[in-house]
Nanobody, 125 residues
């Protein structure tokens, strides 16, 4: 499956952004889709995932309660709604997908074989 991420930008602390990850192919509706982020000099880290379109979402502790995930199956698009943004949320955000990732591996970048190109999110203080 091919992924196209969009929606990044510059926002002040406390603001909101919504990222979109558009997937190609009808089979992608059953894929697990996840978001990761990578700040300069840091490793890529898990942000959140929607497990196989079952509505089972999970999030990193650092974003829990502020970020949500949703899917529009008609558009084959997964959205990451980011509220109450903090400067430490600044990073390049990537969406990833996998048809085979298991629940215990959701937070591992190596478990995903399809990646979008990344979109920059910058939160100013």
């Amino acid at each position: 499956v091919q992924l196209q991420a969009s929606g990044g930008g510059l926002v002040q602390a406390g603001g909101s952004l919504r990222l979109a990850c558009a997937a190609s192919g009808r089979a992608s509706r059953t894929y697990t889709v996840a978001w990761f982020r990578q700040a300069p000099g840091k490793e890529r880290e898990f942000v959140g995932s929607d497990f196989r379109n079952y509505g089972r979402t999970s999030f990193a502790d650092s974003v829990k309660g502020r970020f949500t995930l949703s899917r529009d199956n008609a558009k084959n698009t997964v959205y990451l709604q980011m509220n109450s943004l903090k400067p430490e949320d600044t990073a390049v955000y990537y969406c990833a997908a996998s048809a085979t990732v298991i629940a215990s591996a959701l937070t591992s970048p190596a478990a995903y074989n399809s990646w979008g190109q990344g979109t920059q999110v910058t939160v100013s203080s």
